[in-house]
């Protein structure tokens, strides 16, 4: 048991948890972490021997080199194998082992008499099928597919079958505008599209078919390669749910291009050979912001990613065989994909797959789900909690939430008050949390609690995963030891760590390696307690976190800027209360430009068409003039603290103008967030 020293209130790990756990102590783990570094190469291959080699490695668990200064940057794992990812999270089960009648997902569509339950045979058939398919459509290895899919079965099938024949997949969040999706789509220069006809978010129907056309044309436009074919899903509840809304759904179709789902995967055969592919080779690009320019395409490969996303969900959600886990992330994020598809299915786990909202058609949604399959672990993001924590506990007292044990949050920092009502009125006050920190990049939890092992401190991330070592540097890169606070980094890879921006080795370079020499460099800063536990103090660069998505200010800013009437604009994050932090964006117009009420609605309506939904700004003030430096750099500290509300604006020394901030402060918006 680690003893504090800084008198903060902890929370041993549950007696029960302990009994018949993987880690049931502080002290194991210490020691097996201890050995993650000490001996990566005994650790690591251990963890490797539970997994289907069709070739076994020649080179060792991990080589790398993070020093920019020394050459260019890469992380390789088990140089020489030859495996599947497919093969290793389905066949390993049904065929060589004897999980083929476990369930795989229990689906929970939109509306809560939407369901099906799929075991791992049937999911290994089914991908087979998919994989066919893609195959007849000229698909091959190292060729990219596209997937703007909604939260449906055929997603995970679509994914898997990309990997089962070594086609690198690019999930696009089906809540993208078309103009994000066509910019993913022409920066992976896919081969195929895989979508759905429409589906339903909450009451409202929304035609992806036709977002997906847009984006199509818009590729067509920019890039001399265009995508050959579009597998499209025929959302069946769609078609149960009313005529009416069905017949409301005009599906826009190229005959020469466009392909039902359900056509084609009846005519495929259900057996399909696995493409065994080079430890290194790519699984899969995901675009995550980039604080400057165009999304970054991170890529992941085969061997490294298995291991470490399995490893984490064994870990991390203390995994069990009759577990029933829940991952209420959407796919088209890193976390769908991590705790989704490959973690769980690595672990022949059973996981829940929800397509809904938390508060359709009820605000108790999540909790009937809880109760309705009765979830062990689960796992969902600081934002969903302080939303559900509105409508206080009654919601939650109509349900029997005893099954859960373990429940987890991820993509922002999680408040103490978010956490403490998520402790007590989810958990009962019996299940610990665990607050996982990572990132696209990083392919899966680095800094986390292990449930059984680590007394938790409420915000605290608390420490490192196995193979991971962080390290807290100063603005000159000095490293920092015991208490400090600075830039959180680390010093050496894991065997999930991304291996480039795709096609863009150099980006990878410049974005993460190049500002500390012989780190990688998350973007976050953090601060290390006495007692040696991490806390998480947000991003450092000029990112932001609205309901745990990830946004660059200057993507936002890039959009308000196709205005016609918008000189300039600059976008900051200012506190929200259910979504984190929200968008602040200070516009200034063109001469003779009038800010009003309507213009105000037509930039919110910009950005949501050029991003989508999630990066529509809550507030837009007129700024007749932004803050800069007598350089001309705008001074976004100085407009943070305005659209914070803040009284004293410290150093204003250096702006250029500082009358422009006296006016932009008796004009900020007030409305309370
Ligand atoms: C933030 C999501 C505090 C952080 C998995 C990081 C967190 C970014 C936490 C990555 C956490 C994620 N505590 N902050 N537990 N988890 N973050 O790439 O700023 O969508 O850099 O990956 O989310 O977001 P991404």
Redesign the pocket.
Known sequence: MVVPESGDKMYPPPADLQRDAHVPDFNSYLALYRKSLDDPEAFWKEVADDFFWKTPATGPMLQYNFDVTKGSVYVKCMEGARTNVCYNVLDRHVRDGSLGEKVAYYWEGNSPDNRETITYRQLLSRVCRCANVLKLMGVKKGDRVSIYLPMIPELVYTMLACARIGAIHSVVFAGFSSESLGERIADAQSAVLVTADGVFRGEKLINLKQIADEALQKCREKASRSVAKCLVVRHHALRIRAGAASNKLQTPWDPERDVWWDEAVAAAPDECEPEWLDAEEPLFILH?SGSTGKPKGVLHTTAGYLLYTSLTFKYVFDHHHDDVFWCTADIG???GHSYITYGPLANGASSVLFEGTPVHPHVGRFWEIIEKYKVTKFYTAPTAIRLLMRYGGEPLQKYDLSSLRILG??????NPEAWQWFHEAVGGGRCPVV???????TGGHVLTPLPAATPLKPGS?TFPFFGVEPAVLNESGEELEGEAEGYLVFRRPWPGIMRSVYKNHERFENTYFKKFPGFYV???GCRRDKDGYYW?T??IDD?L?VS???MSTAEVEAALAEHPAVAEAAAVSRPHRVKGECLYCFVTLKERREFSRSLEDELKTLVREKIGPIATPDFIQNAPALPKTRSGKIMRRILRQIARNEEDLGDVSTLADPKVVELLISQRCQAAA
């Not at 949050?409 to 999680?414: L, R, T």
């Not at 607050?435 to 990049?441: A, G, I, R, S, V």
């Open positions: 995550t994020w890193i976390t949050s991820v993509g922002e920092p999680i607050d996982t920190f990572w990132q696209t990049e991330a998350t973007g976050d998480i947000g991003r990112m976190n745990g998505h990830l």
